[in-house]
Structure formats: C-alpha cells, structure tokens
C-alpha cells in the first residue's frame, strides 16, 4: 500500500515571494508522484506528474517538483507566486504501470496575499 | 471536448435513502474512477471501472457500488446513507493506453449532503 503525508495544511506567502509545499510518501513498491490543484468549488486539475526520466519535473505556470528517491519526497516548488495560485494542492501517488488508483495526501491550503 | 462531467452537480438526501451520481468520461476514455472527498480531506479512491466490470475497489463499504455502461459512462450508487457520506464525489477518467495511460482527469464532482 501506499501513502502520501503533507506536512503543511496551510501555507501563507506574500505575492512574489517563493514557496515550497512539502510532500513525502510510503510505498514498498516503484510509484508515479502526481500534484494536482483544486481551486475553490471546482474539480482537481493536474499541475505535473513524475512518471519517469528527468527527476526534476515542471508546469506551464512555472511550479516545478523533484522527486528524490532516497528521502521519498516530490516537494512542490514557485519561485515567485500570485494570488491567482491560492487554491488547494494535493500530492498523489500511484504504483507503475498503467490503470492504478491514486492515494492522495491531505491537502495544503496556499494563500497568497498582497 | 467537453472533458469529464458529472451530475447532478448538487444534491441533498436524508439518512437511509439512496443515491445515483452519473459520470461521462472524457473523449477517447474508456475507464473511469470514484473518489469521495470529505470536507477538509484528500480524495479517498472507492472504485475503478473498465470494460464494464469494477478492476479495483477502495475501502468502502458493499453499500457503494457501481456500474460501467457500453459508452464508458458510469454510475455510482450509494445505499442507505449515513451522514458521513456528505461528501465531494469526483468521478475521473483515463485511458487504457496510448500517452496519456497514467493521467486521470477529473470531473467538477457532485456535492451530496445527507441530512
């Protein structure tokens, strides 16, 4: 089984100001890290995924993550915010190989203010 | 491409009634997933459906089940509600192969309160 722990459930930054969203997870078997962002009333939208490769992955809005194998970590990385990233972001993690459940974290609430 | 809808998109029940979500999967998608999200909580998985039969089921309850139709939609039934099934319900799709084999995608998801 797998399981994904977020350290941080807030995480409150000034606009511009760089953040890190803490993730780390459990698994006895090889994993895809995922993070997803759900904005207020909305559904989950997937902001990058770690399938294989390149440890260091990034978005189009320019968040990155790195997964690190030895401290089992694919924390999530801006470094410059805006206030139109405050939203709720979730880590996640699957087994390799195609059709698996996800198992997600807790959630971080980041709230960017002026 | 209209992506994953669900509906109804809100929906409130009493304590011992049943309850159908409905979820279309995003074009090209032929296998589909539920969460349940409870407030101030990460999605928790229940069940996955492809080929028309349930390939992996979470820890709940046999008072949740579901259905896969030919056209890849899919239902989610909840039997005697309790009020801890208020919940965010996500329905998410993905395909069985090709590029985007590991990436779910997710529906706006029907709010359920249980009164």
């Known amino acids: 089984a797998q399981s994904v722990t977020q350290l941080d459930s807030q995480v409150p930054v000034f606009e511009e100001a760089p953040v890190e969203l803490r993730c780390n997870y459990s698994?006895?078997?090889?994993?895809?890290l995922f993070w997803y962002v759900q904005y207020p009333n909305q559904g989950l939208q997937l902001l990058l995924k770690y399938l294989s490769g390149s440890t260091l992955v990034k978005s189009i809005n320019g968040f990155e993550a790195e997964f690190n194998k030895s401290q089992t970590s694919f924390h999530l990385r801006k470094p410059s915010v805006h206030i139109s990233d405050t939203a709720e972001y979730f880590c996640?993690?699957?087994?390799?190989?195609?059709?698996?459940?996800?198992?997600f974290g807790t959630g971080t609430q980041l709230k960017v203010e002026l | 491409d209209a992506g994953v809808t669900q509906s109804p998109t809100h929906l409130i029940k009493t304590r011992g009634q049943q309850v159908t979500l409905r979820c279309s999967p995003k074009s090209g998608h032929d296998t589909v997933s539920w969460y349940q999200q409870a407030l101030g909580q990460g999605p928790q998985f229940i069940f996955q459906?492809?080929?028309?039969?349930?390939?992996q089921r979470g820890n709940f309850p046999d008072r949740f089940s579901g259905h896969q139709f030919p056209n890849y939609s899919s239902e989610l039934n909840v039997n005697a509600l309790l009020l801890g099934d208020s919940a965010l319900y996500l329905c998410?799709?993905?395909?069985?192969?090709?590029?985007?084999?590991?990436?779910?995608?997710f529906g706006p998801g029907t709010r359920l309160t249980v009164l």
């Open positions: 998410a799709s993905s395909a069985s192969s090709g590029r985007a084999l590991n990436e779910q995608f």
């Open positions: 996640a993690v699957s087994r390799t190989g195609g059709g698996n459940k996800l198992t």
């Open positions: 459906y492809y080929e028309e039969e349930e390939r």
């Open positions: 698994s006895s078997v090889s994993v895809y």
